[in-house]
Nanobody, 121 residues
């Protein structure tokens, strides 16, 4: 399964961006997908995850209340709506696929190539 992100770009602080992650193959009901990010000089960190069939979600504390993860089953696509963006949200954002919510947060089986998000102050 290939994952392809899109939607990154440059935005001012307080603005919004929406990211998409399209999968090349079918995403099974028990699987989960997630978003991670990596800022320059920092380790990759978990942002949010969603269970494909139940749509239950989990967020990192740093984005809770500002970011919303969702998925569109018919299009095999996951989204990340980012509002009230801050300069510290600047990073390359990656989507990931796992067999379940635990695996997608710890040892995803598939990664996208990443998309740059830059938030100016």
């Amino acid at each position: 399964v290939q994952l392809v992100e899109s939607g990154g770009g440059l935005v001012q602080a307080g603005g919004s961006l929406s990211l998409s992650c399209a999968t090349s193959g079918r995403t099974f009901g028990s699987s989960a997908m997630g978003w991670f990010r990596q800022a320059p000089g920092k380790e990759r960190e978990f942002v949010a995850a969603i269970h494909w069939s139940t749509t239950s979600t989990v967020y990192a504390d740093s984005v809770k209340g500002r970011f919303t993860i969702s998925r569109e089953n018919a299009k095999n696509t996951m989204y990340l709506q980012m509002n009230s963006l801050k300069p510290e949200d600047t990073a390359v954002y990656y989507c990931a696929l796992g067999r379940n919510m635990l695996e997608v947060r710890t040892t995803p089986s598939n990664w996208g190539q990443g998309t740059q998000v830059t938030v100016s102050s």
